[in-house]
């Protein structure tokens, strides 16, 4: 079971909007680690997306933007177009004593 | 340009040791704050976090793994290694590189290898 917690799915017709969230807990986002998000798409390695809550690494469409509140963060993805269907995790440190960096259980989202 | 690859075998029989390598170009691990870890992602699951080695050859494990978990690095070769000892079924996923550039979040991902556990 993943240590950071996000929707099993969501989805969204073309040109909509959808968030994502990622809830954790007082040893990971929730002491101030920051969150970053990961699109996967079918068969190949994850590609950063976010990076420190909201920072968008070059060549990132402005369609997608993340932002943190206490011990949650989400992932918004706005004009949802049809190569956006992938999965998606977030990633933050953790200071607990299990895992050094700990994952989302993924978000599959689907684009109606 | 960064680039990481994983290499190893695709097929280990229970109970045996797993040894993966990470080749990587682009970057140096002896840059400071710079880092490598080993991530896996079971078939149709999620990515779970399992070891990392710093610039500075901090070494870190995910708890649960520890004792079975073993992560060096040669820098003149500019690659990780990582070893799994007494695989099991369970261990059957792709294995991942990944750099973390500062102490901060993954950057680069290696294409990921696919390691099946069965005798």
């Known amino acids: 079971q993943a240590v950071l917690t996000q929707p099993p799915s969501v989805a969204g017709a073309p040109g909509q909007s959808v968030t994502i969230s990622c809830t954790g807990s007082?040893?990971?986002?929730?002491?101030?680690?920051?969150v970053h998000w990961y699109q996967q798409l079918p068969g190949t390695a994850p590609k950063l997306l976010i990076f420190?809550?909201?920072n968008r690494p070059s060549g990132v469409p402005d369609r997608f933007s993340g932002s943190k509140s206490g011990a949650s963060a989400s992932l918004a993805i706005a004009g949802l177009q049809a190569e956006d269907e992938a999965d998606y995790y977030c990633?933050?440190?953790?200071?607990?004593?299990?895992?050094?960096?700990?994952f989302g259980g993924g978000t599959k989202l689907t684009v109606l | 340009q960064v680039t990481l690859r994983e290499s190893g075998p695709a097929l280990v029989k229970p109970t045996q040791t797993l040894t993966l390598t990470c080749s990587f170009s682009?970057?140096?691990?002896?840059?400071?704050?710079?880092?490598v870890s080993w991530i896996r992602q079971p078939p149709g699951k999620a990515l779970e976090w399992l070891a990392l080695?710093?610039?500075?050859?901090?070494?870190y494990y995910r708890t649960s793994l520890k004792a079975r978990l073993t992560i060096s690095k040669d820098t003149s070769k500019n690659q990780v290694v990582l070893t799994m000892t007494n695989m099991e079924p369970a261990d059957t996923a792709t294995y991942y590189c990944?750099?973390?550039?500062?102490?901060?979040?993954?950057?680069?991902w290696g294409q990921g290898t696919l390691v099946t556990v069965s005798s």
């Open positions: 990944a750099r973390h550039p500062t102490r901060s979040h993954v950057d680069y």
């Open positions: 682009g970057f140096s691990l002896t840059t400071f704050g710079m880092s």
């Open positions: 080695i710093s610039w500075d050859d901090d070494k």
């Open positions: 007082s040893s990971n986002i929730g002491a101030g680690y920051d």
């Open positions: 420190a809550n909201s």
């Open positions: 990633l933050s440190y953790d200071g607990g004593w299990g895992a050094l960096w700990v």
